[in-house]
């Protein structure tokens, strides 16, 4: 129907019954409709809208998908359909809706906005950044695009670049919350606390709960106390994230049972709410397919080496060292910093889809264009502009797939970061981090994956020899200046003081480390697992041949 065409009498009267919260008898008016036409779109819209706000999405699915099938030009139906898979947690779903609408539409702001929502929650910052930008080209000023866009660039740590969008989100839009939490939140990380805190009392005064935000900012105060009585004083702040928060203030607090408690049960609402679980059986099974493969065939054919910036890749668990090891780099004046790629997963989809398989790896010139899809990735990125001979990688555990990694770049600098796995576990425990495939939410799961892991890593240095510098988080704790002058050797690079300085980097780490490398070296967080020795007895003994491997004590 056009723009300026009258409504059909029956479906004016149902959009009046819908407008007036008279669900049934809309019902019967679009059902009527549909029975003179069954291919009435406006009819079938109406059914739709109805089974969204009943929460009976199954049928909301198909009304929306036969809309689709009837006028495949239209937008909002393929909107409305990503916005309800993504809402059921099928992410996937929605990202391919998302994409057929956009090959027949280029010029749709939403569907580009959505793009850019769940890209970013894949941590594909720069599509994501992408997407958001094409949808403000379309669509100028649109203060929830531009604090989405912020949002992703502040995740990236691009904080300069998001301010300003901020800024013109708060002036089209004074006292939004959503635009002030984002606003506080960079600036904190800035370590501009004062405005950061103005900001917060900002958004309070315009009715958005900051209490969570407040907190977490006392925490970085240190005011511990203060901030867990934040947390306690709001009887509704009891999610996943809020639980964390206070085990980690409860452990500041000397309260060790209490905090190792709320991480349990703060991890057991994340993995609830999310619909996350780890399937140890299913790692086990992937894990072996690829180290037999590498058992068997040996090294695969490994791609030329082009010219141009490369990769630094950075191993390692969550919370084990990595974000530290980048900053340190990346303070020196050869070193861009890339933070958490998604590149090396990328080339992984290639290999398992267009490619043929993992075996495929062994078939000479699949590496070359496994090398291209990842430099290309980086140069979206802006990391083969930037002037400098390296960039880090550091996405948590990219050693899992170090054949094809030394296949696509065999001369590519490695570097292993190893902590004492209970140190590693507590942390991995005590916040919200999804690598590992969902390992980290269950203690139970994390000490599954280290040991798969570890196995997993033993064997592909026997089958191709062992490049990587294995760096121990403590060692570099106790004796900087000599491990950081290895990291550099490893680099080839000469050394440089400002590497030391790591913490005076402005670059903002857009991971839980942030507080951590902003400040000086400290031992505070060695043998941070031993206030837990009776809630870890059975990990430590699950992981005892790990520590032991790695040169630990239980």
């Not at 550091?394 to 990694?405: Q, R």
Request: with cysteine.
């Amino acid at each position: 129907m056009s723009a300026d065409a009258q409504p059909h009498p029956l479906i004016a009267q149902a959009r009046e019954f819908l407008n007036r919260g008279q669900i049934e008898p809309a019902i019967v008016a679009a059902r009527r409709r549909l029975a003179e036409a069954a291919s009435d779109i406006d009819a079938l819209e109406i059914l739709a809208l109805v089974c969204q706000q009943r929460g009976q999405t199954v049928e909301a699915t198909n009304l929306l998908e036969r809309i689709i099938g009837l006028a495949p030009s239209l937008d909002w139906p393929r909107d409305d359909l990503a916005i309800l898979l993504a809402g059921l947690g099928r992410k996937a779903e929605a990202e391919a809706a998302v994409r057929a609408g956009l090959i027949l539409n280029d010029r749709n702001p939403q569907a580009h906005a959505m793009l850019g929502t769940l890209l970013t929650e894949r941590r594909d910052l720069p599509g994501g950044e992408a997407a958001f930008r094409r949808a403000l080209v379309l669509v100028g000023d649109h203060p929830p695009t531009q604090v989405a866009l912020a949002a992703n660039l502040i995740e990236q740590g691009k904080l300069e670049a998001a301010e300003p969008l901020l800024v013109r989100a708060d002036l089209l839009a004074p006292c939004d919350g959503a635009t002030l939490a984002h606003w506080s939140r960079l600036r904190e990380a800035m370590g501009e606390l004062p405005a950061s805190r103005a900001l917060l009392d900002r958004a309070e005064a315009a009715g958005f709960d900051v209490s969570l935000r407040r907190a977490v900012q006392l925490g970085r105060e240190q005011r511990y106390a203060e901030a867990l009585a934040v947390i306690e004083a709001v009887p509704g702040l009891a999610g996943g994230d809020a639980l964390l928060e206070s085990g980690r203030l409860k452990e500041r607090l000397g309260r060790p049972a209490e905090a190792f408690a709320d991480f349990i049960e703060g991890k057991a609402r994340l993995a609830a709410r999310d619909g996350l679980s780890y399937d140890g059986g299913s790692v086990a099974k992937d894990f072996d397919t690829l180290v037999r493969l590498v058992e068997t065939n040996g090294p695969p054919p490994a791609a030329a080496q082009l010219a141009g910036p490369q990769p630094v890749f950075v191993f390692g668990f969550p919370r084990s060292g990595t974000t530290m090891v980048e900053q340190i780099l990346s303070s020196h004046s050869a070193v861009a910093a890339g933070g958490e790629l998604p590149f090396v997963t990328e080339m992984v989809s290639a290999l398992e889809g267009q490619l043929g398989g993992l075996s495929a790896l062994w078939t000479p010139g699949v590496a070359e264009p496994l090398r291209d899809l990842y430099l290309d990735r980086a140069r979206a990125f802006g990391l083969m502009d930037s002037g400098k001979p390296f960039f880090t990688d550091k996405m948590p555990l990219s050693e899992v797939w170090t054949p094809v990694i030394r296949a696509a770049f065999p001369e590519a600098r490695l570097i292993r970061m190893v902590r004492h796995p209970l140190d590693t576990a507590v942390s991995m425990l005590s916040h919200n981090l999804t690598h590992g495939e969902f390992c980290g939410y269950r203690i139970e799961d994390i000490a599954t994956h280290m040991r798969a892991v570890h196995a997993l890593t033993g064997r592909y240095a026997a089958a191709l020899g062992e490049t990587a510098l294995s760096v121990r988080y403590e060692d570099l704790v106790v004796d900087q200046e000599t491990w950081t002058r290895r990291l550099l050797d490893h680099l080839g690079l000469p050394f440089e003081a400002a590497c030391l300085r790591f913490h005076e980097n402005r670059r903002y780490a857009p991971t839980p480390s942030y507080a951590q490398v902003s400040e000086p070296l400290n031992d505070r967080s060695i043998g941070r697992w031993k206030q837990y020795r009776k809630q870890l007895a059975t990990q430590a003994s699950a992981l005892a041949g790990v520590i032991v491997d790695l040169g630990y004590n239980t």
